[in-house]
């Protein structure tokens, strides 16, 4: 693909990618008898979400704009869960779910009797927290001590509430199938018992089944195995959001200027690492971008990327990059791997404008979806 031929700033989505990862997860679905659903804090491309809906049983929400742009673009109802709910938003989330989970027994015991009065059935379960988890950065390990995430075992009766349906855990984060076998041990150890008094069980996101060395196969035997030992369970359900939308598409930048301060040279921006790409500075990584390598003692052109808010730490610390030629005002540079939490974490920052987003057909033509960047939309954001 020629980069420089397309709009910049702007996220672009692969149709033939996504489909790739969307037949990889039914495959999962389909041979373990279990349910995937897309997680939409990390994956809410929604002008996607009827294909997406067309692979999978649903997708998952934490608000009630989640919950309802998935009632509205995918058709179908949410499985929500949030830390906390409010006495304002609560009854329209029981409008748009057909689960809901809760954070805490106070939350359970607080909004009940609500669940109970509403007109429409909504099947009813409570995070867990098996104090386990292989995540190594705090910021986003769920089962640290102290985390305000999900009920721990001693927090529990022995006896699910009366309308609790299932149990959810989320302990994972770009994990393989070993990691949740392990993590599944924990689980059960603790909780096993409560397990047994289940409808559903839910093992939440960061489940890395698109990647390109997941032991699919041993996923499959796991999920096969758990349900053996449940068989009182009536749905198992996993909910990723970052392998829906793995490898599916970049966001195209452009260098707008060069600088030099103490031998190194920055090229300079018209995104923003701060605004665009967060995850990039938050946990930290360093992202791939096409063409580029790692530099070594023998590369000519090195440099550093900088982004364009006036934060200054709004570039890539973790490493420059090599390039065959010496960079250009005007050239292209594109960040591989773009459309997963980048899109649903952005910011106004600055008033920096947010990119584009656009979509390449699987018959190769592109299409421009949606120009969000614009005066209006900061504005309104602010008052």
């Known amino acids: 693909m020629n980069y420089s031929t397309l709009p910049s700033p702007c996220y672009i989505l692969s149709e033939e990618a996504l489909l790739a990862n969307l037949q990889i997860l039914n495959l999962v679905q389909k041979e373990a008898g279990v349910s995937i659903i897309c997680a939409l804090k990390g994956f809410a491309f929604w002008p996607a979400f009827p294909v997406i809906h067309d692979y999978l049983a649903g997708a998952t929400a934490s608000s009630v704009n989640e919950a309802r742009l998935i009632a509205e673009e995918m058709c179908c109802e949410a499985h929500t869960y949030a830390p906390v709910y409010t006495d304002r938003d609560f009854e329209q989330l029981l409008a748009f779910s057909s689960h809901m989970t809760f954070n805490s027994l106070s939350q359970f015991n607080r909004f009940a009797p609500k669940t109970k009065a509403f007109p ?11 104090e386990y988890s292989e995540i190594e950065t705090d910021l986003y390990n769920p089962a640290v001590p102290g ?37 599944l041990k924990a689980v059960e150890e603790k909780f096993s018992g409560l397990i047994k008094q289940c409808k ?3 093992m939440g996101g960061g489940h890395h089944i698109t990647r390109a060395d997941y032991d699919i196969p041993h996923l499959i ?36 200027d060069i600088v030099e301060n103490k031998g190194v040279k920055i090229a ?21 971008v096409i063409g580029a390598t790692e530099p070594d ?18 570039f890539i610390g973790m490493g420059d990059f090599a390039f065959p030629e010496p960079l250009e005002i005007g050239d292209t540079i594109v960040f591989d791997d773009m459309i997963h939490y980048t899109m649903v974490k952005t910011t106004f920052f600055n008033g920096v404008n947010h990119p ?15 120009q969000p960047g614009d005066y209006q939309s900061y504005k309104a954001k602010l008052g």
């Open 120 to 130: 429409k059935k909504v099947s009813i379960g409570l995070r867990i927290n098996p």
């Open 147 to 183: 985390s305000r995430l999900g009920i721990l075992r001693e927090q529990m009766p022995d006896i699910l509430p009366e309308g609790v349906e299932g149990l959810h855990f989320h302990v994972l984060c770009e994990n393989d199938s070993h990691a949740l076998e392990r993590c």
């Open 200 to 202: 559903w069980f839910n």
């Open 221 to 256: 035997g796991l999920l096969r195995d758990f349900k053996a030992r449940y068989p009182n369970l009536e749905e198992v359900i996993l909910e990723p959001g970052e392998a829906v939308g793995w490898q599916t598409g970049v966001l195209t930048s452009t260098v707008e």
């Open 268 to 288: 300079m921006l018209n995104v923003s690492f701060a605004c665009h790409m967060p995850d990039c500075l938050e946990m930290p990584y360093k992202p791939t």
């Open 297 to 314: 003692e023998n590369s000519k052109h090195v440099y550093r990327l900088g982004g364009c808010s006036c934060l200054a730490g709004d």
């Open 356 to 370: 584009m987003i656009g979509v390449i057909h699987t018959d190769g033509t592109f299409e421009v979806l949606a």
